[in-house]
């Protein structure tokens, strides 16, 4: 099975540009989260969907950020414009549905705003 | 608000010793608790998980966990780590109302062979 799919696994763009990241899922999940880990810091949650339905987006840090999931297959996370803030590694993470089903995780992709 | 927390930031061990990974939360109600690993270059994979029952969880790759509910606790054992363990640990906590993972800062572990 195909893991969880992220790209580019790395971008560098200046302060004031727009990045756009996609998370293709595990085939079947029904359950796409995003996540992001600034430098030193943990991993923090962004937002969560169950198919194509934002089911919880409470970790987004503001209205720079856009995610979508068309479809309910692949995800774009869209930084608009990018802030030296927002450099760190976004991981997407899918899962079956149900509760205990675990969450796969992409590698990441490391975004560096210059 | 919920937070773990790692309480090494860095730990460094020869082949054959023991490990044992600080982990703590805070959350008074039902929480389920994760182990992860990110091997270097690689994505992060679920080590073990606890939802209910016997508090003492067991891994992948020999590695264990015990869950002591009243010291809010979630530490990661393995009685003799490899070089192979090398890696970067994170410990995760969801509640039993939310999706979302809660992580620590993690661990980093280095082993020399």
């Known amino acids: 099975e195909a893991g969880v799919t992220q790209f580019p696994s790395h971008s560098v763009i200046e302060k004031g540009q727009t990045v756009t990241l996609r998370c293709d899922p595990i085939?079947?999940?029904?359950?796409l989260y995003w996540y992001r880990r600034v430098m030193g810091k943990e991993i923090k949650f962004l937002l969560h969907?169950?198919?194509?339905?934002?089911?919880?987006e409470s970790g987004m840090p503001n209205n720079r950020f856009l995610a979508e999931r068309t479809g309910g297959t692949y995800s774009t996370l869209k930084v608009q414009p990018a802030e030296l803030e927002d450099s760190g590694v976004y991981f997407c993470?899918?899962?079956?549905?149900?509760?205990?089903?675990?969450?796969?995780f992409g590698d990441g992709t490391r975004l560096s705003i210059l | 608000a919920q937070s773990v927390s790692q309480h090494n930031h860095h730990v460094i061990l020869s082949e054959a010793a023991s490990l044992e990974l600080g982990c703590n939360y805070s959350y008074g109600g039902t929480v389920n608790l994760f182990w992860y690993v990110q091997y270097p270059g690689q994505h992060l994979q679920l080590l073990l998980k606890?939802?209910?029952?016997?508090?003492l969880v067991k891994g992948i790759k020999g590695f264990e966990a015990e869950f002591i509910k009243s010291k809010f606790s979630f530490n990661l054992r393995k009685p003799s780590v490899q070089w192979s363990d090398t890696a970067e640990y994170f410990c995760?906590?969801?509640?039993?109302?939310?999706?979302?993972?809660?992580f620590g800062k993690g661990t980093t572990l280095s082993v020399s062979s």
């Open positions: 606890y939802f209910s029952g016997d508090p």
């Open positions: 993470a899918s899962s079956q549905w149900g509760r205990n089903q675990p969450q796969h």
């Open positions: 085939s079947g999940h029904d359950n």
């Open positions: 995760a906590v969801r509640n039993q109302a939310g999706t979302a993972l809660i």
């Open positions: 969907f169950v198919k194509e339905s934002k089911q919880d």
